[in-house]
């Protein structure tokens, strides 16, 4: 069996405009997910909407969106709502790190609390017409509260469950408890998919050897910082320079507030991009205040 390569989300980065880009130019990606939505006012915010228009995805071989693991009526109402957008898969979250959610008994936070997640597995179980995949730590301070969050998904019976193996507290910095997420792939009804710390081909040859029961691994990072990284044989300077300015143009024509609205999602998405670039390059990025000074600093860190 193939092993399924998936895109993690990257909140601010793995928008409408990179994933079409990406897929256009690189691709190697089975199936790219949504970033985490919430409610606001009661209602999906007008800018995720339009993130994950289907039609605006259309041309993606899958795209998952994803909610946030929480309470059980606010995760239903966002479930309908995908429902009723034409939707009939959708991952949860059960892995966000972010302490103010956290806290709340949301994203990973929810994991030592197996009941508050039976609740809320068997009130999106009971929302006719969609299937489910699941997103999630070992456990939000301990790396075996995975034994009893399993159980608690039940209802759901998700399609696959992707595993992060460390705790929410850890964020992304620290061990991965490896011994852990061999015991839960053993001990997992469903397919498990291994996301993190997978920087390079290497890694991920890597981690499908010493978990060869994985059904995918799930990139998140490293495919922001090298979108060809699935594809190597795609890492050519008209690639890359395609790529940007997909970007480029992508956000022109969808961001409303001109010119220094433009110049400042193409400054951020340096945060991560090509991180090897020239180090006097990347700081001219970072300073431009227009965009010919930015495209002259960039056209320096393109290949």
Known sequence: MKTQLFCAPLQGYTDVVWREAHNAVFGGVDCY???????????????????????ANASLPRFVPQLLGGAADAAVAIAVALRDMGYTEVDINLGCPHPPLALHHKGSGLLPYPDELRRMAEALAAVDGLRYSVKMRLGWDDDSQWRDA???LEPLHPVHVTVHPRIGRQGYRGELSLGQMEALIDACPWPVIYNGELQTLDNINDVIGRFPAVAGVMVGRALVADPALLVPERATARHYRDFHDRLFEGYRSRLTGGDHQLLSKMQSLWQYFLPN??????????KARTLDAYLAAATQCLP
């Open 33 to 55: 997910y949504g970033s985490l939505l919430r409610l606001e006012r009661g209602e999906l915010r007008r800018h995720d909407r339009r993130d994950i228009d289907p039609q």
């Open 150 to 152: 399993l159980p608690a």
């Open 277 to 286: 670039s020239p180090r006097r390059a990347l700081k001219a990025i970072a």
